[in-house]
């Protein structure tokens, strides 16, 4: 009897089924040059592919790892050797846009920036963004429901899908490619797979919304010396921009300093280096003129108000890209490494709180420690990032232990965007109970109940 890799390799073709060196020149996971673990990787070129494959292994209980763009930063795509993975590169059809009805139907291993960029040629936006974006797919979006730099205005990914196609664990095509906005008929099948990190089936397309393409885009770096004014200064733009308020980026000073290269290469700052936080926000209108006024007024009645110090608008695209090159500059953090990241959610009045108090604990046990704070926190949803100079799995639990119970104490999540992959299983109890975690099991069961889409992430074993 043949090995399903030498099956599908038949059944699929000799250019479908990659092993050996050509698996493992591909990362491991995010950060890794190569090293990719599983046995083969699958590169089916339709969902009919997709089904054919997840038949054979619902048949002979093989485990599949669904694979996009591997951006993920929970460790959801790592496969083992006994795992196949199951990549979408070769399905990357934009098949249908609808200009009226703001709706575009594309393959799942779409590249965002690919879907971002044909929506802008015809006067459209998507507005999911983030840093990966050249190489982040759409299926992988959906499968960990990204979050990024618009939030505030336009929600998560759940929030841009109407409808979508999957491939159950048995090789049932479940489509449901909804094009409407109401839909009330029955359960809303496709929420079961948005955010479920490739465990309860693999999404092979979808039907996202699309959104007018903005004509203005005011930006900004703010400073200010207080983190009351920071939450206050939030509130009060989203009433004074009437809604179009798109991005409020926090920077503590420690990260401002570490990923503006704080002045050291002779370029002249923004804003000085020595406010207690930065905020990068951005408005997105219609008229250029009207809303940069309003802008700019509103900005000037904060400075007046005490909500802010320091000020810098951006004049000129160039210098906008300047300021959200800051926010960006998470290679900075590279000096660092090894460094141990977190992606969390707070209410946002115990933000500042949580921060010190973290701090304090960790620097306790590692009285050298370094962090830095920034973050999305108009979604109440900020990165920290530490690093006491390894991270050995020991190091790694004690300092995870310190910031996720202290997430839980304030009732926040212990995976604001990224997701629990593998990552963060260990910790899901912090964020949900024990019958939302049952009720988590039972679904897998019933959808996938030998356990062969993804096994092993998001779900402790109980
Ligand atoms: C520089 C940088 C910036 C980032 N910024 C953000 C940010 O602001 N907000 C944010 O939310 N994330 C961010 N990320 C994380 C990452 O880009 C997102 O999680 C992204 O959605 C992952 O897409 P991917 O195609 O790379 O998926 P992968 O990493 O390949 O997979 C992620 C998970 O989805 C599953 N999966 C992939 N494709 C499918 C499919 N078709 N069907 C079912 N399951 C599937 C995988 O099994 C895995 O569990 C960032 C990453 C980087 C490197």
């Known amino acids: 009897m043949s090995s399903v890799v030498e099956q599908l390799r038949d ?34 070129k339709n969902t009919e592919e997709v089904a054919t494959i997840m038949r054979l292994c619902h048949e002979t209980g093989q485990t599949i790892v669904p694979l996009g763009g591997n951006t993920g930063m929970a460790g959801g795509a790592i496969a083992s050797e006994n795992d ?23 393959q799942a291993g779409t590249r965002l920036q690919t879907v971002q960029e044909r929506a802008e040629e015809l006067g459209l936006m998507f507005p999911l963004d983030l840093g990966a974006r050249g190489s982040a797919t759409i299926g992988g979006n959906i499968a960990t429901n990204a979050g990024g730099n618009k939030v505030l205005r336009y929600g998560m990914m759940r929030e841009m899908i109407l409808g979508l196609e999957a491939v159950l664990a048995d ?25 479920s990190e490739g465990t309860l089936g693999i999404v092979t397309r979808a039907v996202l919304r699309l959104r007018p393409l903005c004509k203005s885009e005011s930006t900004a770096l703010l400073a200010t010396d207080d983190y009351n004014h920071v939450m206050t200064l939030l509130g009060y733009l989203d009433q004074e921009l009437a809604g179009t308020l798109s991005a409020f ?9 570490l990923a503006s290269g704080g002045g050291s290469d002779g370029k002249t700052l923004p804003v000085g280096l020595d406010y207690p936080y930065y905020i990068l926000v951005e408005a997105l209108g219609a008229d250029p003129e009207t809303d940069r006024t309003r802008f700019e007024l509103v900005l000037s009645q904060a400075l007046e108000k005490g909500l802010i110090v320091d000020a810098a608008i951006a004049q000129s695209g160039n210098e906008r890209n300047n300021f959200w090159a800051i926010r960006d500059n998470i290679d900075s953090l590279l000096a660092w490494w090894p460094i141990i990241a977190f992606d969390v959610s707070l209410p946002i009045e115990t ?21 830095v704070v920034f973050g999305h926190l108009g979604d109440s949803n900020i990165h920290f990032i530490v690093s006491v100079g390894s991270d050995e799995p020991d190091i790694r639990r004690q300092i995870e232990e310190a910031v996720y119970s202290a997430v839980a104490q304030r009732e926040g999540s212990i995976s604001a965007e990224h997701g629990i992959g593998l990552e ?33 992430k998001v779900i402790p074993t109980p």
């Open 424 to 456: 963060k299983r260990a910790y899901l109890g912090y964020s949900r109970s024990e019958s939302e975690i049952e009720l988590m099991r039972t679904l897998k069961r019933a959808l996938d109940p030998k356990g062969i889409l993804n096994p092993g």
């Open 11 to 44: 059944m699929l073709g000799p250019t479908a089924v990659l092993t050996g060196e050509d698996v493992r020149c591909r990362p491991a996971h995010i950060g890794v040059a190569d090293g990719y673990g599983a046995k083969a990787i699958l590169r089916p």
């Open 351 to 371: 933000i500042e709180d949580f921060v010190q108090e973290t701090r304090a604990k960790i620097r306790n046990t590692w009285p050298d420690m370094r962090s």
């Open 84 to 106: 196949i993975a199951l990549s979408l590169e070769r399905m990357q059809d934009i098949e249908q846009i609808h200009v009226l009805g703001r709706t575009m139907i594309v």
């Open 249 to 257: 980026e926090v920077m503590w000073n420690d990260y401002y300093r």
């Open 171 to 195: 090789g049932t095509i479940l489509s449901s490619m909804n094009k409407v906005i109401k839909n009330n008929a029955g359960y809303d099948l496709k929420q079961l797979f948005i955010g």
